[in-house]
Each structure stands twice: as structure tokens, then as C-alpha cells.
């Protein structure tokens, strides 16, 4: 039998229900309350009007936010990149070229080594507020690589992507056709069992349009549903195809055109902006303001990976947001948590109200906004996934 516990003396509650707060995106609720009833959140309010429980815990006045969560990343993968940030911090520009070193490396390494990188980044994000994330494969790039790493990622979380199509495989350099075509069949039969999700990167030096249009179609018809890496290096076709395919988020959203923008705010498709790959490769920032003030759904998300974003952080995520493209603080939380949510078509995270998971992180602040305030601060003290504390 599962036991209650309230989680009392909040001074500054985010629930992202604006119906139970001061009815504003983020539904604050200040001197405030959770209760938790095995893994879910059973009740929300006032800590002067919270129900008898079996446990309590006084969190001393500090902020309570739905766990982060982040829906992209790139984590089961071997080696690392630093002498290719090293050089481009020194002068070099990026090239989409340095993901062969990483898929040399995936495909060197077992299977255990593969689960205890991912293990280990997974423990980092989780210190860091956590509580949900995507992952990708697309660094092994043949049907055994590519499966296992699915196989592997599928064991620690529901949200796995398959991402065949992240560039040509250097074993098919010269038959773009054909290695399309092995993702888009023997590839995709023995991916889709161990995904939820399809993902190709549409972009210059990667997949065209059509090539995208093709693998994200093949990959609705196995039953996954798509997401895509869309207008991260240059203007092209990618958000307008996420949204004539319904994708579930089109990601990066750097190089927009007013066609674009205009496509996402009549469809459901999320602008997921990564700002981790900017700062590490000193691009161009999406501009967020733009998005939200057309009325796209935005979400934030880190895009850890050993190339261009090698960050757990959605609190560092969310102050590059904050400084550099435009968000609001409170915009910047509610996308890194209820935006990642929508991007994942998820409604039972990302928020705290009766009946969602209780996922949720304690800062050592009065205030969600320390988390763009104070960048760089570890401020999360406690985390819960689904009732318990791990953190």
C-alpha cells in the first residue's frame, strides 16, 4: 500500500496549471503545498490547507518546480570530442564531419560500455532536476549499432527516438539512395520495436527534404512518431515538413523564415530550442521571442551530445535562454518542463497537479528565477521521479 507524504513550507510553488495558481503560464502558488500519494500528485494548494498525511517534509521556504524535462539528446554514444571543441574554440569552424569520430567510437565500444556512459549522464541530469528525457541513437549507423543502441536507451526510458537518419553512414559516402533506403527498411524493422519516435537531421550535408519526407513517412507507418532536427545550420524545408507531418517538435528552429514561423503557429508541431549547441559552437541564437510572440509552442531542452552540446543542464539551458534569446524567466521554466512535456505529447508530466507523475526538483532559492539569476549555481537540493526522493 502506498503511503502520503505533504511537502510543506514552499514559498514559491510553479505547477504550470494556471487554474490552480495566480493564473498566470506557470500557476504559481506562493506559501504552498504538495501532496504525494504513491507515484502521483494527489493534492495542491495552500500549506495552511493541505490534508492529513502519513509523512511530512518542511522544505525551510525554498521553490518547488516541476522536474525539467528534456527532450533531446543524444546519450548512448562512446569517446568524446574535446580536441574538436578545443580546435573550434580556437579558431575552427564546426562541420557536420565530426559525428563520423563519435560513430567510429560507438561502434569500437560493447554494450556495457555504451550503458554505463549512458548511466552516468543520466545520474548528472538527474541531480540537475531531470526527471523525464528523450534519447536518440544515430551514432551507429548500421541495423546492429543502431538497434542495440535503442535496445539499450529503451531500458532506462519510454521516450527513445531512432535516428538512422542522423547523417550518411561513411559506409554508403558514395549511395546517399541507398543508405536511405536501409533506413527506411531492414534499419527501421529492427529499430522500431525499441522506439517510440522517428528523427532524421534535415539540413545541408545531411538529408534533403525529400529524403526526410521519405524516412519520416516510412517511420509513421511502422507506428513511430516523427520529430526532426530542422533549420539548425541553414535555412531550408524542415520545420514546414515537422508541420505538414505533425511532428511532435521541430528542433534547433535557428534559421526561420516568416512562412516558417507562420506554419508552427497554426500547427501543433513544438519549436524545441537548444541553446547548448549555440553556445558550443559559437552559432547564431535562435530567437525565441520571435517564436513565443507569434504564439509557438516553445520548449528547451539541452541536446546533450559529445559534438556540438556536451551539457546536462537545463538550468544552464535555461539562463542562455534568458540572456541571450529573448525568454522571460518564467518562460524560459515553463518550457524546459510543461514545453518539453508538449514536445514529448506528454500531459502527465512537466506540471505538478492531481493525477501527474510527481516529478519534482527543490531548489535552495525562494524563487524559480534564481535559475536564470544565478547561472551556474547547483541550486537543486532535492528531486522526487514519480513520489520518490532520489536526489
Known amino acids: 500500500m502506498s503511503s502520503s507524504t505533504v511537502i510543506t513550507n514552499i514559498a514559491s510553488l510553479v505547477t504550470n496549471d494556471p487554474s490552480l495558481g495566480d493564473t498566470s503560464p506557470l500557476g504559481l502558488i506562493r506559501d504552498a503545498a504538495v501532496v504525494v500519494d504513491g507515484d502521483r500528485v494527489a493534492w495542491i494548494g495552500e500549506s495552511s490547507k493541505a490534508p492529513a498525511t502519513d509523512n511530512r ?140 519516435w522517428i528523427d532524421v537531421f534535415c539540413e545541408k550535408g545531411a538529408f534533403d527534404g525529400d529524403q526526410a519526407r521519405a524516412i519520416l513517412t516510412a517511420g509513421k507507418a511502422k507506428g513511430l512518431h516523427p520529430r526532426i532536427h530542422a533549420n539548425q545550420l541553414s535555412y531550408g524545408p524542415g520545420v514546414q515538413l515537422a508541420v505538414e507531418l505533425d511532428a511532435a517538435s521541430a528542433d534547433h528552429c535557428t534559421h526561420l523564415t516568416d512562412a516558417d514561423v507562420d506554419a508552427l503557429a497554426a500547427g501543433r508541431t513544438v519549436a524545441t530550442l537548444l541553446p547548448g549547441a549555440e553556445f558550443s559552437t559559437r552559432a547564431q541564437w535562435p530567437d525565441a521571442r520571435r517564436l513565443l510572440d507569434a504564439g509557438v509552442t516553445v520548449a528547451l531542452s539541452t541536446d546533450c551530445n559529445p559534438g556540438s552540446s556536451f551539457t546536462s543542464s537545463v538550468p544552464f539551458c535555461i539562463a542562455l535562454a534568458v540572456r541571450d534569446m529573448g525568454m522571460t524567466p518564467d518562460e524560459a521554466v515553463w518550457s524546459a518542463t510543461a514545453g518539453g512535456a508538449q514536445a514529448l505529447r506528454r500531459t502527465d508530466i512537466g506540471r505538478l497537479t492531481p493525477g501527474a507523475y510527481a516529478d519534482l526538483a527543490l531548489l535552495d532559492a525562494p524563487s524559480h528565477v534564481h535559475l536564470a539569476y544565478r547561472p551556474g549555481v547547483p541550486l537543486v537540493t532535492g528531486v522526487w521521479r514519480r513520489g520518490v526522493r532520489v536526489v
Open 57 to 196: 517534509v518542511d522544505v525551510g521556504g525554498r521553490a518547488v518546480i516541476p522536474g525539467f524535462v528534456d527532450s533531446h539528446s543524444h546519450l548512448v554514444f562512446a569517446g568524446d570530442r574535446t580536441e574538436e571543441f578545443n580546435a573550434r574554440m580556437s579558431g575552427r569552424g564546426y562541420s557536420a564531419g565530426g559525428i563520423r569520430t563519435t560513430v567510429a567510437a560507438t561502434r569500437a565500444a560493447t554494450d556495457a560500455e555504451l550503458e554505463a556512459g549512458l548511466v552516468r549522464y543520466l545520474a548528472e541530469a538527474l541531480r540537475q532536476g531531470t526527471t523525464t528525457f528523450e534519447t536518440k541513437s544515430g551514432y551507429g549507423l548500421t541495423v546492429q549499432d543502431e538497434a542495440r543502441a535503442l535496445r539499450i536507451a529503451s531500458a532506462h526510458t519510454d521516450e527513445v527516438t531512432y535516428l538512422g537518419a542522423h547523417i550518411v553512414s561513411p559506409d554508403y559516402a558514395d549511395d546517399p539512395a541507398a543508405y536511405v533506403a536501409l533506413v527506411t527498411g531492414e534499419m527501421l524493422d529492427a529499430c522500431a520495436p525499441h522506439a517510440r
